[in-house]
């Protein structure tokens, strides 16, 4: 994959969890917010998750309150490269588990 076609499929990717987190925060105190190539979500105990892009590994790290990830990207789907869990899957246990509400990506 080129620069570009990370640039975009990572842009995709966070847009996606954007529009989802604007969904949940008439329900609960969750907030987004995008730096350059990172992207902040914050929750009403102050706790965050970090999404970042490794441009240049061409991966996706996730920073959680208990664990960190790295994704690649195989078949269409972000993996993570040390337990083989999809990406959605632990962005939903992550942010359910910081928010103390049932999110669903």
Do not use: P
């Not at 902040?40 to 061409?58: A, G, P, T």
């Not at 078949?75 to 928010?99: A, H, V």
């Amino acid at each position: 994959m080129n620069d570009l076609e990370f640039y975009n499929i990572t842009n995709s990717l966070m847009l996606s969890i954007e529009n989802k987190i604007d969904e949940y925060n008439n329900k609960i105190d969750i907030e987004c917010e995008i730096n350059n190539d990172v992207m902040y979500i914050s929750f009403k105990n102050n706790s965050k998750i970090i999404i970042n892009r490794q441009k240049f590994l061409k991966q996706i790290w996730l920073a959680t309150q208990i664990n960190g990830y790295h994704f690649n990207y195989l078949n269409k789907c972000w993996i993570c490269n040390r337990t083989g869990l999809n990406f959605w899957k632990i962005l939903e246990i992550s942010c359910s588990s910081q928010s103390g509400y049932k999110i669903i990506f």
